[in-house]
């Protein structure tokens, strides 16, 4: 008897907040809703719909960039469990980059 | 948050008075204020932060303010930095800055550095004060401030700004996490531009300025809940206020719990910047404004095309086609690359880039003006409004 292993997932919905320095890639958008049941797919999502945002965000070898830091709501990722960290619906992703300015 | 004197600091009856507004709050008390009058802060920079955290910090009675400042009083800094007027265009900022701080407090013990703070002087530095308040402008500096700290022992109240967002947080204390927990490594060079580059919502240096002021003197009073594992995120725009969570990376190279770094390093060689700051070249052909000038009058085949923003154009130009650089992929059909082509920008860094784009292009005979509009108002025609 075959039987099957029903796994019901649901794409969740979440809110990619985009900081000044990267609007322009966006249509000066300050945040983008995106599909993705992870961190990584919803990120994905988001350089997919605006490809020139990828470079800024990931290395060649799509490695997020180490001056980027990614916000699931208020908890760091790394602290989670990074681009696989899951996603419900009405989450908010910050992207975080340094910036410097003071003068 | 202890200081680091004995010595018992008492307060005269001028200074009961002065003070009276704090002393009359239970928070703050004689005992407060006394606190304030002992403690010793350095602020890194005495322009856009700096200018209202000096401000404020003298207002409030900090006994001993240290000042950090090599640069001199611009007018383009008028529309932002508070504490230098008009009068002090040309000044030392460190002079312009002692003034009003001593007006307002002449009970201020001021210190002053005329100096680059770099790797062989930080340690020394900092040493001598109890927290260091981080108003500078520029990666490698705030990478230098943040080890620096760590290895004294100062927390550093941090704060940053751009356009119109800024970040506030207190790193380098004992339990909490450096600005490397958060960064470890800066962005490259040119990335993200400089507040003459990007521009700056004139009061966000004042706002953000104030919020570092105000963790000052909490870490010195020991009152209230500092930023300490908390990022606060500004958006002036918006007028919200963010929270992230900071953590302390067990593995940071400079607070973790086996550092690799333990002494300053080369700042500006671990941001990737070789020598001085100036608008890159990347290796692209140049021209210089006077045989752009001298080709134009000779009525020779030009394209002179400009690839700054639209609101800079209204600000001044030299007649040429605008294509700003982020629209240049899409409209690059505009442009006949069978025409010699000369690109400007503000100051020659964005251009740069258009040029080098151009080229993988396929366009052969292009040229960056080096210097940019800046550069043609300098050396070419004194009538075009530099900004």
Redesign the interface.
């Known amino acids: 008897m075959l039987w099957h292993r029903c796994i019901s997932y649901s794409i969740a919905m979440s809110k990619i907040h985009i900081p000044t320095p990267l609007r322009q890639y966006v249509g000066k958008q300050a945040s983008v809703d995106v599909a993705g049941s992870t961190v990584g797919e919803a990120m994905n999502a988001l350089v997919s719909q605006h490809p020139e945002l990828r470079k800024h965000l990931y290395t060649e070898d799509g490695k997020l960039r180490a001056f980027v830091n990614l916000y699931l709501n208020d908890e760091d990722i790394r602290y989670l469990q990074k681009e696989a960290t899951a996603l419900k619906d009405g989450d908010n992703i910050s992207i975080v980059p340094s910036i410097a300015g003071g003068c | 948050m202890a200081t680091t004197t004995e010595i018992p600091v008492t307060l005269n009856k001028d200074e009961i008075l002065r003070y009276s507004r704090h002393l009359i709050m239970p928070e703050v008390g004689m005992e407060g204020q006394q606190k304030l009058k002992a403690a010793r802060v350095l602020c890194i920079?005495t322009?856009?932060?700096?200018s209202p955290m000096a401000l404020y910090l003298a207002a409030a009675g900090v006994g001993t303010l240290g000042l950090v400042d090599f640069d001199v009083v611009d007018y383009t800094?008028l529309q932002r930095?508070i504490i230098h007027f008009t009068s002090d265009v040309g000044r030392k900022k460190l002079d312009s800055a002692a003034d009003k701080l001593k007006a307002i407090n002449p009970y201020l013990n001021l210190r002053t550095f005329d100096t680059r703070l770099s790797s062989a002087n930080a340690l020394e530095l900092f040493r001598e004060f109890d927290i260091i308040a981080?108003?500078?402008?520029?990666?490698p500096t705030?990478y230098l401030v943040n080890d620096a700290c760590v290895l004294t022992g100062k927390p550093n109240v941090y704060?940053?700004?751009?356009?119109?967002?800024?970040?506030a947080s207190v790193f380098a204390t004992e339990e909490g996490p450096c600005y490397r927990c958060?960064?470890?490594?800066?962005?490259p060079p040119g990335?993200?531009?400089?507040?003459?580059e990007?521009g700056?919502l004139g009061i966000l240096?004042g706002l953000v300025g104030i919020m570092q002021a105000t963790e000052v003197i909490k870490l010195i009073l020991g009152v209230g809940e500092p930023l300490i594992g908390r990022?606060l995120?500004i958006d002036a725009l918006?007028m919200k206020f963010?929270?992230?969570?900071?953590?302390k990376n067990p593995d940071c190279p400079v607070c973790g719990t086996h550092p690799t770094v333990t002494k300053l390093i080369d700042y500006n060689e671990f941001c990737g910047i070789r020598g001085e700051e100036k608008p890159v070249s990347n290796g692209v052909p140049e021209i210089q404004v006077e045989d752009l000038k001298r080709r134009l009058d000779a009525k020779e085949d030009l394209f002179v095309l400009d690839v700054r923003e639209p609101h800079e154009y209204q600000i001044c130009n030299i007649g040429g086609y605008l294509i700003p650089l982020?629209d240049l992929?899409k409209r690059v059909n505009e442009l006949d690359s069978s025409r010699e082509i000369v690109v400007h920008c503000k100051m020659g860094g964005r251009s740069a880039k258009a040029v080098a784009f151009l080229q993988q292009a396929g366009f052969q005979k292009v040229h960056n003006l080096a210097g940019g509009i800046t550069a043609w108002a300098d050396r070419v025609d004194p009538k075009v409004p530099k900004y």
């Open positions: 920079g322009g856009g932060l700096g800094n930095q981080d108003g500078t402008d520029n990666f705030r704060g940053s700004i751009f356009r119109f967002e800024g970040q958060l960064y470890p490594e800066p962005p990335l993200v531009p400089s507040c003459a990007g700056v240096p990022l995120l918006g963010r929270e992230l969570k900071l953590r982020n992929p």
